[in-house]
Nanobody, 123 residues
Framework: QVQLVESGGRLVQAGGSLRLSCAAS????????MGWYRQAPGKLREIVSI????????YYAESVKGRFTISRDNAKNTVYLKMNSLKPEDKAVYYC????????????????WGQGTQVTVSS
């Protein structure tokens, strides 16, 4: 059993920055691909970013490319999402998830999901 716990979400002004963290339990963290997703009110959950087990093989949604950066620290069992130049449309609950490979995360199939952290961007 793996538990994923997100943190770092809060209210921020447009143009500001946040760093989300997702801490994972278990000793096999470094064998999993990790991903960030988000769901805005009234919208479907969408993929934000993915990273492979080594931190390479990253993917970004077009809407966040150039503004968001995913990274991971396998020694700390933690994956991060640094978000810069935030926009009101980035407001959502952000979830992290893991899977055995990035191809599964690309289609939204994960082994485990976190409970989410709320990001609110004021204009």
């Amino acid at each position: 059993q793996v538990q994923l716990v997100e943190s770092g979400g809060r209210l921020v002004q447009a143009g500001g920055s946040l760093r989300l963290s997702c801490a994972a339990s278990g000793r096999t963290f470094n064998s999993y691909a990790m991903g960030w997703y988000r769901q805005a009110p009234g919208k479907l959950r969408e993929i934000v970013s993915i990273t492979g087990w080594s931190g390479s093989n990253t993917y970004y949604a077009e809407s966040v490319k150039g503004r968001f950066t995913i990274s991971r620290d396998n020694a700390k069992n933690t994956v991060y999402l640094k978000m810069n130049s935030l926009k009101p449309e980035d407001k959502a609950v952000y979830y992290c998830a893991n899977a055995t490979d990035t191809s599964r995360l690309r289609v939204g199939v994960a082994d485990y999901w976190g409970q989410g952290t709320q990001v609110t961007v004021s204009s």
